[in-house]
Structure formats: structure tokens, C-alpha cells
């Protein structure tokens, strides 16, 4: 891999670099099922600071900093009181370098991420930048299809439901899977579409990918990667009622996909998913969540290259 | 004591197993008088999820894993943003099994650890929801009574003062002491007494007691339990206005009392203890959240089937 | 050093005990250019609350505490819920002994950690206390400034520009600057000029002081101490217009200041130092911050009576 000194977009990932982040993320998930903790990272800080809450991928990283041993400084929202003060981001980012040795940074604007990696020492993780990318939520979407299906040995089709438009995640993920021989398919109300810039690049890539407004077009797919549709996406509301209930799926619905599809969602779901499915072999959502402790234990040890 | 896999109600413990839980806390509060911590809990992570906020509680447990060398990931109150985009409770605790080996939660609404306990691989303790329980609390006073004046070998006259009604951490101790030979008296504003459900469980039990409005029926107890009556619970508000200076001690009263009386408070107190008795020998409200470490220490080593 | 139980005040300090403060600090600033933790304080409990955020301040205390292989437990603002419910500030402080070995108190009263120091048996630090005193800040401006310009040594001009009334944190550090052989230059629009109680200090220690609306009057000044003028500190909002940009400083000015001059800032900063200055040689503010943390952890260990 490529040394990485922050992770700040799916984009700076390639296929030799993502299978090797598999590999080491897969290698610590068979240790932790005899070890509750390695001691990788004894003294080293994370300051986890999310300016806007996100317990779950909040939770997740500073699970994975103590599976390794390490400690953890947090602040969440309303505690970042000098941002009400009128300091800049840029001062409120620059205090990390003084306290953490790594930092993952949630913020409702694009670019917040990209701002702290240009101006601090230490290795910045983007966790969720507003419109922009979340590119840890993609690499563990990821590592849950290579390890459920192989992706990196068998043509998948994977298919994309409910807001093409405004899921970020969608969006880091259509950037990772450019890289290996899949059909991507897109299923979602017209105003809800996968955006040029994504389409593009798939184009550039030579990824077969189509799209549609017919849920009954991804009883073919390997993976259902769910998302939620929100109502305030919609000007005219009442067109939220016309579609709201055609991209949701229930156990009958799986039950006659193909054999072996898997269902994703990055969470938190309303009524897509139906919660009858939640014990179904089909359901991977929750495994998805736990493999990002996974993940991103790989990816602190990268940017601390601390060799596992 | 039966295999406990969660804590959600006083309910679980017999006789039995809150003298084992006793001697295991009292172990342990020797020990932490030359040591600070212990390596017992090395590696293993406690989420500490308060959907409301509750300081003493919730730090109280966060000591307890750390003296027991053990890690925790926290979230409190405003922090749960997914709730508020519509994900069901079910879904928000379900991520706790990805990252931690135990959790606590504490809930505005009654069944809430329930909910989890059911459909989490890891330990939980209730740690307080709504109306429901408060059963580490009712531990840690049981644990304070039986250290202080041994409940197990005496037979005690332990009067509650104040909201009997609605105060949970009350329900959950006569719960507790029903297996004990006590003599349980409740003093409160007629608007505030016992809720039958809890007397039908002391009739059954064979557990004597008794009621009164007047505070100088307390005067030959072993303990003062009291706690504060709230104005909001009063529809007629002149009716607190007229009880609410009824049910308050101060160290004159307390020195009328028996020798040797204690005085408890779960705490937070207003006015109905005056703080003039907080450096008396009688008052031990304060020793009593300190004991809230040592039995929450127990909790964990006993959930996490780790001997001591 | 006289055995130190709390620290609450600057006033606490005289001119060796600050200097046995800077050796300690920087013996640990040296060590863990080499090393990411120390165990000293491994089995401690830091508790960290502050009753109104401050992210920097708290973040600081806390890397100080893992840096020294502690542990942390944390409370922030709203999380504070008993005090809404009517208890008083001694109960809500007093739970502090219960849990912890040391505590780090931020409150908007001033008197606060006085209150808790007086009353609970650990050690307490005042992490500012609303018009009161911050003197952890004092103490690493004291550090960065012997440090940089070797105080103890050389007689320095320090300049204090901006709102010299209600800064608290200038007001510590003058009490701490008394000790040493200074020209303590004060600028300020004359609304906002040092209070007469701290024109005091200085007088009855025979330290040489000076005011001035001037800006010009600072160019001779080894340090410049920035600090920001709060609109609402202005009742004639007019004159708060009129005198904004007077206080401000830029590369252009400093580089036509004395040589070697360095200038500091407590943060947060608005526009009184712009940010061209940043990576300049002269700006010390962002190093300051860092300092803060070699500092609190010298303070942890002095108060906790550990050897280094």
C-alpha cells in the first residue's frame, strides 16, 4: 500500500490497496475471536472528535482504538463551545496535533477533513464530511462483500436502492467497487439519481452499471445495498408519498431474489429494510457494523504504521 | 448465584445472591484500600449508554471498569442523533454487540434494557428506565445497609420517607429486602404512597409493614430512607405547598432518633435532609454512593463470569 | 515545593515553586520526545468536569492523564442534569471522591472549585472558574515564556493587549509574572483596563508596569500577550466599533517589533492576530497550546504526590 497519511477520500484507494487493507483487517478479526486486545498501540491518543454526533461511527472507532490498546479524547457537538465564540475551524482543528497522535474528524461541511490533513502532523481520518465523502463507512462496506462473496474473484452485480442522490456512503462505495468487475445498478426515484460526477467515473472505468425505477430489476443482484429516503429531500412532498413505498423490501421480497444475496444497509434504516429480516441469513447489515471495528483498527495501524 | 447474563430487575436476586454479591463488592472494597485497580477486566470494553443524562450513575459505573482495568465507550443523552432521524430503539442498541463486552443503559422509558437484553449477545444492566427499575441502586443500598447495621443477622425497622409513589429506586429495594426480616414503613403525603403491586409483593412475602403521614413514627427506626418529593407530581399544587415542609429531617430530629440510626439518600436531595447533618456520624448518603463502585464492580465480574 | 493539595489560585505559587513546576514539565516535555507514555499514574482516575465547555482546556487535562498512563472520566455542560433538578453544587461536586483520585473542575461561578476543594478528600484543580482565575493557563504561559525567553534569567518587556479587564487568564498570569523581573505593559481601550486589585499586586511587589491605548507603545516588548475584545463587554456598542481594529496585530507590525519577540494567545483568537502570522517564528501560540499539556501533567503528579 501506498503510504497513507491520512484518509480522507475513497479515492485514494486502489485495488492493490484495498485488498491489502482487507487482508489486515481480516487478520485482526480472526484474532479478536481469542484476544479481546493487542497492545499495537499502548500510548498512542485518538482524538475523536465528531462536530456533529454520529454515536455509531463514533462508538466503532474508539472501539477499535481500545481493541488495540489505546486511549481515546472525545468531543461531540454542543461541546465545541469556542466554534460559537467565532474562533475559525482551522484553530479549532490545529489544537489536535497538540494532544492526539491520529484523529478522525465528523463535520457537517465538505472539506473539514481535508482542511485538518493540510495543517496538523498528525493522520487525519475523515469520519463523514456533510455532502462530501465517508470513506471508512465503504472501505467496511467493502471488506463485508469481499467477505461474504469474493468480490475480488467473482462478477457481482450489486445493486443500489433508495436515495442515489445524497447517500454519501453510495458514493464512496461506487468509488471503491471501480476498481473490480461488477455491474452496479441503480434503483431509485428519478429525483433521486446517482449523480453525473459518480456516473462519470464509472464511466471512465469501464464499470458496467444501469439504473432504474423498478425494484423488481435487482432480483438478479448478488448484493441489495439499502438506503433510507428522506422525506425533506423533496420539494413536492407529495411526490414523497407516490414513491416512498416502492423501494422497500420485506422477507417475501428476498425470499425470490437469487440464491445467496446479501442485504446491506449502512444504517440507521426507517422501514426500508423490514425488520423481518432481521434474523435472516440474507441480512448482513449488523455483521456490516461490527466489521468496521475491524477496518478501521486496519486502518489506524496503517496511518500509525504499526505493523501487525 | 444462578448464571446472571443481564441485571434488569431487583426481581433476579433471592437471599442467596445478594449475600454472595455482598461478600464479592465487600472483597473488593478491602482490596481497592491498597490497590487502585485491578487487572481483572483487562481488555474488555463497557458501553455506557445514558439516553438521559445521569451523572452519578453513569460515572459510577465508569469507575467501576476502570478500577477493574477495563475500557469504556460512552454516550450521553443529546449524542443519540439516530433516534431523532427516526431508527428504532431496537436498532440503536443493537450496535452495542459490535463493539463492547457489557453495557449499561439508562432509559426514559421502562422496558428499554429489556429490549436489549433480549436481542444483544452481551451482558446489560439497567441502569435505571423511566417508571421501570433501578436495580444497581437497590444493590448498592442493600450493600450499605448490610455493611452498616447487618440487615442479614438483625431484624431492622427501615422507614422510607418522602415519594414512595414514584420513586423507583424504592421499588427496587423492598424488592430486595423482602428476602430479609425487616420491618419496611412508609411515610409520605397520602398522594404519594407505595404503589399496591409493591405491597401485594410484601404481603406474599410475608414482610411486615406499615404506612403513616406523620414523620414522628419514625423516631424508633434502624434507617431513614429518604427521598425528595417533587412539586410537579401534584396536580393541586396548594397540596404541596401544604406537605411538602412535612417530610424533611434535620439534626435535631435525627438525634431524637434511636441510637445508631443511619440515614440514606439515592441522591440528588433537595431540602428534606439538611445539609447540616452531612458531617454527622448518622449520615451516610454520601458513603452510600461511594459503595455504588464496589457493587457495580461486582456486577461486571460476575456478568463477565470472571472470578475475583 | 510546598506540598500542593489543590490548585485554585495563582497566589498559590511563589518564584521557586514555579521553577520546580518548569523543571518537572520539562523533563516530561524532553521524555516524551521519545516515548508516548509514562505509567506513573497508571490506576488513577482523572475526573474531568466541566460545568461549561471547554474543548481545549479539557482535551489538554485529559492527554496530560493518558500521557501518564491514567485513566478518565468525563462530564460535560448539559450532561449535568441534577443541578436542574435543584441540587446543590456541594452534592453534585461532593460524588467526585467517590470516583476519583484527582479532578479538574470548570465552572462559570467563581468559587467553585474552592467550594469542592474544601470539601472533598481529593485533590481538585480549578479549570477556570467564570470571573474568577484559570491558573493552569497561567502556569504554561509561564512555562512557554521561560522556555522561549528564559525569564528567570533576563529582564522582559511583556506587553497585554486586548481586553485586560475581564481576561482572566491575564489576570493569573500576573500574579504569577510578580515573581520575576518584568515590565509589565498593559493595552487596552480604557474601558477594558487590568483591574485595580491586580495594579495592586504589582505595586506592593515593586513590579515596573505601564498602560497605554497606544498599540505603537508595544514594538519594544519581548512578548506580546494577545487576547481578544468581546463586543458585549461594551454597553455604547459604538465605542466597542470605534476601538476593534486598534488591538489588532499582524506580520507587518511584528516584524517591525524588537527582534525575537514572540507573541502568544490563550485561544480562542478572532481577528486580534492574523493569521499570516501562523507560521511565523514569532507565533508561539499554537506551541503554547501544546506546552499546556507537559504542564498539567507535571501538576497532576505534584498534587498526586508521585515521584518523576
Do not use: W
Not at 468531543?75 to 475551524?89: D, I, M, P, R, Y
Not at 465523502?133 to 462483500?145: G, N, R, S, V, W
Amino acid at each position: 500500500m501506498k503510504l497513507l497519511t491520512s484518509i480522507l477520500s475513497a479515492k485514494q484507494f486502489d485495488r492493490d490497496s484495498l485488498l491489502e487493507l482487507y487482508q489486515l483487517a481480516s487478520s485482526l478479526e480472526e484474532t479478536l475471536k481469542t484476544k479481546r486486545k493487542l497492545k499495537l498501540l499502548d500510548g498512542y491518543i485518538l482524538a475523536s472528535l465528531f462536530f456533529e454526533a454520529s454515536t455509531r461511527t463514533r462508538l466503532s472507532f474508539e472501539t477499535a482504538m481500545h481493541r488495540l490498546g489505546g486511549q481515546v479524547i472525545t468531543a461531540v457537538g454542543v461541546q465545541f463551545s469556542s466554534l460559537s465564540k467565532g474562533e475559525s475551524l482551522f484553530d479549532t482543528l490545529k489544537m489536535i496535533e497538540s494532544y492526539a497522535d491520529v484523529c478522525v474528524i465528523r463535520h457537517p461541511s465538505q472539506g473539514a477533513s481535508e482542511l485538518a490533513a493540510k495543517n496538523i502532523s498528525v493522520p487525519v481520518i475523515n469520519g463523514g464530511d456533510g455532502a462530501g465523502e465517508h470513506p471508512t463507512q465503504a472501505l467496511l462496506d467493502f471488506y463485508t462483500i469481499e467477505k461474504k462473496l469474493q468480490l475480488s474473484k467473482n462478477k457481482l452485480k450489486i445493486s443500489f436502492i433508495g436515495d442515489n442522490k445524497f447517500g454519501r456512503t453510495i458514493h464512496s462505495l461506487v468509488v471503491l467497487l471501480q476498481h473490480f468487475d461488477v455491474h452496479l445498478h441503480f434503483v431509485n426515484p428519478s429525483e433521486l439519481s446517482l449523480p453525473k460526477k459518480y456516473k462519470k467515473i464509472l464511466t471512465t472505468a469501464n464499470v458496467q452499471f444501469s439504473e432504474s425505477e423498478n425494484l423488481q430489476t435487482v432480483k438478479d443482484s448478488d448484493v441489495l445495498y439499502m438506503t433510507r429516503i428522506q422525506e425533506e429531500r423533496f420539494i413536492d412532498r407529495s411526490l414523497f408519498d407516490r414513491v416512498k413505498d416502492s423501494f422497500k423490501i420485506n422477507l417475501d421480497f428476498v425470499e425470490k431474489c437469487k440464491k445467496g444475496v446479501i442485504v446491506m444497509h449502512p444504517l440507521p434504516r426507517l422501514s426500508e429494510v423490514h425488520s423481518e429480516l432481521d434474523n435472516s441469513k440474507q441480512a448482513v447489515y449488523f455483521e456490516q457494523a461490527k466489521n468496521g471495528v475491524y477496518v478501521r483498527m486496519a486502518i489506524l495501524l496503517k496511518l500509525l504504521k504499526i505493523t501487525f
